[in-house]
């Protein structure tokens, strides 16, 4: 049903079903993540001892509705890819919820996860390190299917076929390696990769600060059209408020494993409140060059007496054990 949308996603009275269908449950959240907590031991010496805990995720709530990108914005450290992966159960929570159309995903069995698994999907930042280099285009984008049993033969030809045209690839590129693509063109294919499942969520993990400037908009623009045409909702990381403003309808913004402040898009442009959010906006380039803004960078309070805390900025906080 969704391939053959898929398929005649050009058609317009298919995309107008999709949108209204999107809408109609665009009520109730697709996803709701509450009070989500992340930690990872901090070891050292010899023996790996533990020494403390890393509080990676430190209480993370948000909802994201059917065909919404919320965006998930913050500094190199603070905490974005755990909570995609955490959300994905890549990594273990320690806890909090995770709740998918309502149900509590961090409590379900690997078998009850595995229907879920292909509804939620994951783009890379890195797309050279995310495809593996000994198999064909064709294999990457098919293999998922196939083991998901959804078509084989000439029917997993024709899907492989119809994700390649909608990510705007040859037909050919199907018989190539990763590495004869160019970083854009491999995106294209992680992003046909994610697609094959017909995922209703898509954590987009800075799926374009890998690429040229030129390249980022033609990813941007093929992730906002197949959102237009499959309903797609995005949890959309990034450390580009530029980006962010180009593509999401509400934003997150993030520091030391926590969520300091949410707004919708325009919101958290003009009325921004936190001041490490005034700090990230003021670090955008202006597009008129003499009218640059003076980058301020924000420490908590406590913080920015302590002259050790202001040389590392980035980073999440270690609590040492007593
Ligand atoms: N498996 C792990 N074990 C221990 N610490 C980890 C692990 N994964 C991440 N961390 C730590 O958790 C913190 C958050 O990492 P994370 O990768 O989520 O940050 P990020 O916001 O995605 O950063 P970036 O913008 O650089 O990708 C970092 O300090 C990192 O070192
Ligand atoms: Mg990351």
Redesign the pocket.
């Known amino acids: 049903m969704y391939l053959s949308r898929l398929l005649d996603a050009w058609l317009p009275p298919e995309c107008y079903a999709l949108s209204m269908m999107s809408r109609a449950d665009a009520s109730q959240p697709l996803l709701d993540v509450r009070d989500l907590h992340?930690h990872?031991?901090?070891r050292s010496g010899l023996l790996g001892r533990a020494v403390g805990v890393?509080r990676?995720?430190d209480g993370v709530s948000f909802t994201i509705h059917p065909g919404e990108t919320l965006g998930l914005v913050?500094?190199?450290?603070?905490?974005?890819?755990?909570?995609?992966?955490t959300i994905l159960r890549l990594?273990p929570a320690t806890s909090g919820e995770v709740r998918y159309k309502g149900r509590d995903m961090l409590k379900l069995s690997r078998v009850e996860m595995r229907p879920l698994r292909r509804e939620m999907q994951i783009i890379f930042?890195d797309p050279a390190g995310s495809l593996n280099p000994r198999l064909r285009a064709g294999r990457i984008i098919g293999e998922p299917i196939e083991v998901h049993g959804l078509a084989k033969g000439e029917a997993l030809g024709r899907r492989v076929n119809a994700l390649l045209d909608r990510v705007g690839l040859p037909r050919s590129a199907a018989e190539r390696f990763p590495h004869e693509f160019s970083g854009g063109q491999r995106q294209r294919i992680g992003i046909a990769r994610a697609l094959a499942l017909e995922p209703r969520l898509i954590i987009c993990?800075?799926p374009t600060s890998a690429l040229d400037v030129s390249i980022q908009s033609q990813i941007l623009n093929l992730l906002r059209d197949l959102q237009r045409d499959l309903g797609l909702a995005y949890l959309f990381?990034s450390?580009d408020m530029a980006v962010v403003r180009h593509i999401c309808d509400r934003v997150a913004v993030?520091f030391r494993?926590k969520i300091v402040e949410m707004k919708d898009r325009e919101s958290i442009y003009t009325a921004a409140e936190h001041p490490y959010t005034r700090s990230l906006l003021a670090a955008v380039p202006e597009p008129v060059p003499r009218r640059r803004r003076r980058h301020v960078p924000w420490l908590p309070e406590e913080e920015t007496t302590d002259a050790a805390a202001v040389a590392v900025v980035?980073?999440?906080r270690v609590k040492r054990k007593a």
Not at 74 to 83: I, L, M
């Open positions: 992340t990872f031991a901090v890393m990676a995720v913050g500094e190199s450290g603070c905490g974005k890819t755990t909570v995609g992966r990594i930042q993990d800075e990381i450390h993030m494993g980035s980073g999440t």
